[in-house]
């Protein structure tokens, strides 16, 4: 993924998780075991991502698109 893109979607799900009304966060335990999901936090998560799936998918397009002609260019220098 692009670097912007990675930000994006990192910044969104952090966002989310900061969001007392969706995501329970508890400073007991180290592992954050207590920590959780309210009523809607995961809904709200997979609207997230069903936001930026199409994104993420046109981003893999592009890459798998850009190495293919790097590959032909390197085949017709040969």
């Not at 952090?14 to 007991?28: E, G, N, T």
């Not at 609207?47 to 293919?68: F, H, S, V």
Request: aromatic residues 10%; hydrophobic residues 35%; glycine residues 6%.
């Amino acid at each position: 993924m692009n670097n912007l893109l990675e930000k994006q979607l990192y910044q969104g799900i952090v966002a989310i998780l900061k969001d007392d009304k969706v995501y329970y966060q508890s400073s007991i335990g180290k592992k954050g075991e207590y920590n959780h999901f309210k009523e809607g936090g995961q809904e709200a998560l997979l609207t997230y991502i069903d936001y930026m799936a199409p994104l993420i998918m046109k981003n893999e397009r592009d890459k798998i698109d850009k190495r293919a002609k790097e590959m032909m260019w390197e085949e017709l220098k040969k």
